[in-house]
Structure formats: structure tokens, C-alpha cells
């Protein structure tokens, strides 16, 4: 790997420490090139007149007066070996000598895998432990691999990955790593936004709909155009008004299926159906509740109650009311 990619990186990691609060970049102030050239010396006018910031720079070390600061970054450094095990691995998989099938992939065969293991990684959520490990370092496999193959094309490398992010979240977050300030949640996301608007890629940005990524699954998508509408104000003022829109729009699905029945048309009661779900989802939303996860909730209790179902008759030859009698009988008992 390169070398100015290596030191720029090392760079970032030194100075998020939460200890010195501080970061310099390596292309944009003089600390952060002095740095980047090995020295770790602060010039005196980039110091926090704060005490509890205040940097030992006669020595010229980066130490704080709670202690030394980049205590932790050695160890950081240390467990970054097997990081750069897995990428070497990678590109063994990858070379000239590798796996026949790792040499074929390419960004577009990576996709579904991308999409089952970031689903996989959802189910092992709800467990937790060995299961979540494991899960996760599938999902990180992607990244490498995706990351090698671009690398591959002298588009970018991992570390040009963990770069961006760091710096990023660096930037987004200037409440922790520039002066300390107590803020809420809310402020926070209201400051990542305007923060985000002042980047580069994304200036061209208009409207508070660019950039909400177009393969993102139909309920998610829809909460994440309610979530930029309400950014900007054009949002409900009371539960009571969605559950009316909601209500409204279950009148227009009946009204659909009247014409339907007369017409033998069906496009419009989709749309209105559409327009239901929209509207329940952004129910969801303004009471800060996940419709995702709410769906989600609902489909496993309909798979385990059915399942309850399925042991306690014969599903060909039982009629809906004894479906129906064991079904509230696993209600009953919590399934």
C-alpha cells in the first residue's frame, strides 16, 4: 500500500483519540502535514486555551494533563495487525494464484451477496453474541472485497475507505471532537445535515429529497421521505391529523374497489392502497416508533401462531373456524 495513504491514515487515528479531541487533516493545516512528516509537535496558536486541553508541547509530545494521550492508539495499532491479515488474505484470494471464484467477482455479481448478508446480520441482531460475531464478519468480508476489486482498478483502497469515514465523522460530530457541547439528540442530526450540506459531494444537492438511495426497500424509503419532509417543517403537528389522513385514505381504498367492482380496474385501488401504507408508515414515524420493526414484529407473531396452527389440525382437512379456534388459542398463550 502506499505510503502517504498509511501516514494519513495513522494521522486520523492518532488525533481521534477522545482524549486530545483533535484532528488534523494531513492536505489541510499545517499540524496536520508537521504530523504527517513525524513530527508530533502542536503549533501554539492550535491550542485549546481550555486546562483540560492544554498540550505538553515543549516536549513535543501530544500528552494532555489527564495523561498520555496516545496510550491507546499503540494498542489500536496492535489489533489493526489482524485487519491488514484479512486484507492480505483478500488480495492472496484475489491474485494470480488464488480462488478461481474470488477472481471472477466483480462489483455487480457482489450485490446480492451484499444484500443477504446485510440481512443475515439483521437476524443475527435479535441473538446477539457468537451468532452477531460471525454475521459480522461475513458483512466485513463484503467490504473487503469490494474495497480489493476496486483497488484492483486504482479506484481506491480500504484504507482510503477507513479514511473518509473517520473524517467524516470527525467533521459531522464537532460537539465531541472541537469544543465540548451539551446537545440533544435532535440537535445532533439537525447539525449532521447542515454540516453535510457544506461537503462537497454534496453541493449539488437541491432539494431535501436528493440522495435518498433509490434501491432502499419500500417502507424504509418511505420513512426516509417523511424523516426529510419533517427536516424542513412540512410535517404534522398532532398524532390525531395522520391518524385522520389515515382513516381518509382507508375511505379512498373503498371507494377504489366501488369502481373497481363497476369498472374491472385495479391500478387505482393499488395506488390507493399505496397511499395507505405511506400513510401508517408516517404514523409510525411521528410517534418515533421503527414501522420496519413493527412489520417486522407482526410477521414473525403471524409465522409462529400459524405454525401453532399447522401442529394442532390438518390444515386440508380442517374448515376456517377450527383454524380460527387455535389460532386465538395461540394468541392466548403469547405465540
Sequence with gaps: MNKDTDRRRDCVIRFQNPTTRRAFHPDRSRA???LCAGSETFPKNLISKSPKMRYNIEKGSARSESGE???NVRKEKETMKEF???ITIMERL???NGCPWDREQTLETLKFPLVEETYEVLEAMDEGGPALREELGDLLLQIIFQAQISAEKKDFTIRDVILDISEKLIRRHPHVFKERADITSDEVVQNWEEIKKTEENHADRKSAMDGIPKALPPVMKAEKLQKRAAHVGFDWSHAEEVIAKIEEELREVKLALQIEARKAEKPQTQEEIGDLLFATVNLARF?????????SGTNKRFERRFRYVEEHCDMEKSDLATMDRYWNEAKQRGL
Excluded at 410517534?287 to 412489520?295: I, R
Aim: glycine content about 10%.
Design 94 to 96: 484475489r491474485g494470480e
Design 32 to 34: 496536520g502535514r508537521n
Design 84 to 86: 491488514d491479515e484479512l
Design 287 to 295: 410517534l418515533k416508533l421503527n414501522a420496519s420493526d413493527a412489520l
Design 69 to 71: 494521550c496516545l496510550k
